[in-house]
């Protein structure tokens, strides 16, 4: 079992940032790929990115492309995402998730692939 910690999650104002953290505990060794997907409201789930423990491949929504980024720290088994040029639509409950197989490119965007889940963070955004 892999237990997942979100933190870092708050108020901001648009344009500003926030580095969410998801601590991983237990059994850390077998997670492939770690990501991090968000809820606004009244809407689906979604995909906002993901890393590959091993060899740190990035993967991004085309939503937040050049905004946030998403990095680990195997020492400490944490992933961060830092998220800068915030938007009011940014505002959600985001959520980490690991997975423990390997997961062919196409489906790390996909919820359903992955294992283990966060309990959430909520991001707000003020306009």
């Known amino acids: 079992q892999v237990q997942l910690v979100e933190s870092g999650g708050g108020l901001v104002q648009t344009g500003g940032s926030l580095r969410l953290s998801c601590a991983a505990s237990?059994?850390?060794?077998?997670?492939?790929?770690t990501g991090w997907f968000r809820q606004a409201p009244g809407k689906e789930r979604e995909f906002v990115a993901a890393?590959?423990?091993?060899?740190?491949?990035?993967y991004y929504a085309d939503s937040v492309k050049g905004r946030f980024t998403i990095s680990r720290d195997n020492a400490k088994n944490t992933v961060y995402l830092q998220m800068n040029s915030l938007k009011p639509e940014d505002t959600a409950v985001y959520y980490c998730?690991?997975?423990?197989?390997?997961?062919?490119?196409?489906?790390?965007?996909?919820?359903?692939?992955?294992?283990?889940w966060g309990q959430g963070t909520q991001v707000t955004v003020s306009s």
């Open positions: 890393i590959r423990w091993s060899g740190g491949i990035t």
């Open positions: 237990g059994r850390t060794s077998t997670t492939y790929t």
């Open positions: 998730a690991a997975v423990s197989s390997p997961t062919p490119a196409p489906l790390v965007r996909v919820g359903v692939r992955y294992d283990y």
